[in-house]
């Protein structure tokens, strides 16, 4: 891994190291309890050490520190380096392995991707059930893609796609070609979202324009519209609300009627609250639940897939809860995100992450001046794994700690907790910096 991306030594080895933030800072007053010295260490304290931002530190907390890191406290403020195995782990550190479970079972996940992968090569032509398989493997993926980290979920994405290509070299059958064509296109998408999850916005969207282009290959409007919408998306997150405008209007046109055009309305909604428009917003609003109440389509992306390509109450409900809180209509906001926590557990398309109606949740009770009540939302989020953390959550985290700097909440003592806490957990994400080409 690049070592350019960490501020200081320190940085590399806490991020590259097992532990969380919090409990570093736990390992790290037991060795001083262990040397019979008098110093702790704050997550908030070890995040400005790890930025270099030291003021007077102790003189009891830099001998633990170089004994705890096996550096000198000195280069442990200057540059990253590269590092043997047992270097990254960090010293003390290093003496409480584990299994790393979610990367056991990815390595076993890619090992049978590669053999699949090896067994239609030397196979003389396309099975059809290699075929079934594949849409099979998109379809689990779709399922189960809020359960998995973004960086895995790029690798299994890839071998999809990428075997949906060489499929497509060894056959010349229509019917076929349109299954692989779509294949690839739904990998696309899944692509998409997971760049956007790791804040990698180009990425994300030429992926969507490519599955937006594979589905009009084969004239498959559910997913030439759920691509118009993802790109809305990431153009409202990359400050573009009115091309995300334009974006929804070019795809209405040509959207089926009920979840397709309901999703693309809420998203519209979306883009118009952060053009400050409460109005559009409510119109928007207003078409997208009469949309959704108009009954299902029996399709195979937003009723038969689900999952990531879902589109179901919860999530609706959600998008609108977001649309109605950047308008500042707080309590209407909290209503629809709490209608939307409460529909998840039975709605049978699911799509919805919890832990992001929660923050938006956190978001509206501050806005209301619920602070206690803002915090409580939070509660749940916190033990989320930081390889879990995607930029849906961490970018809504911090626009949560600018609001909690106004006026309103800067001298609560209460508020300057939750902020450190979320920069905690911030800088805990996932590094986005050394990903696997996709």
Known sequence: M?????????????????????????AFEKTAREMRESATLSPRQLARWMRGDVGQARPVAQRVAEEFWGHSFEALLGSP????????????????????????????????????EHA???????????????????????????????????????HIR????????????????????????????????????LALWDAAEEQARSAHTYADLVGHDDLRAWSRGTQAVIANWRGQPRRAVDLIGGALSEAPSGIATARLRAIEARAWAELGQAGQVRDSLRLADDELASGWRDDDLYGGTGGEFGWGPSRHAA???????????????????????????????????????QIDLAAAELMAGRLDASA???????????????QGLTGRLDQLARHLTSRDWRDAREAGELRDRIEVFNAEATSRKALPSA
């Open 120 to 158: 239609a090569r030397t196979a003389g032509e396309v099975d059809p059930g290699d075929i079934s398989r594949l849409h099979e493997s998109v379809w689990q993926l779709a399922r189960r893609y809020h359960s998995t980290p973004p960086l895995q979920l790029l690798a299994e994405g890839r």
């Open 376 to 390: 409580a939302a939070l509660d749940e989020v916190w033990a989320l794994p930081a390889p879990h953390r995607r």
């Open 162 to 197: 990428n075997l949906s290509y060489l499929l497509l070299e060894r056959t010349r059958r229509p019917a076929q070609t349109a299954e692989l064509y779509l294949t690839a296109g739904q990998a696309c998408g899944l692509l998409s979202v997971a760049s956007f999850d």
């Open 319 to 357: 998008c609108a809860g977001t649309a109605l809180l950047n308008v500042g209509h707080a309590d209407s906001a909290a209503s629809r995100i709490r209608e939307a926590i409460t529909a998840l557990p039975e709605d049978p398309l699911g799509g919805l992450v919890p832990a992001r109606a």
């Open 81 to 116: 380096q590269v590092m043997s195995d047992h270097e990254r782990r960090g010293g003390a550190a290093a003496s409480s392995p584990s299994v790393d479970v979610e990367s056991l079972e990815a390595a076993a996940l890619m090992a049978a991707h590669e053999s699949f």
């Open 2 to 26: 690049a070592t350019a991306q960490y501020r200081t030594l320190l940085e590399q080895l806490v991020r590259q190291g097992r532990w969380t933030i919090e409990e570093t800072c736990v």
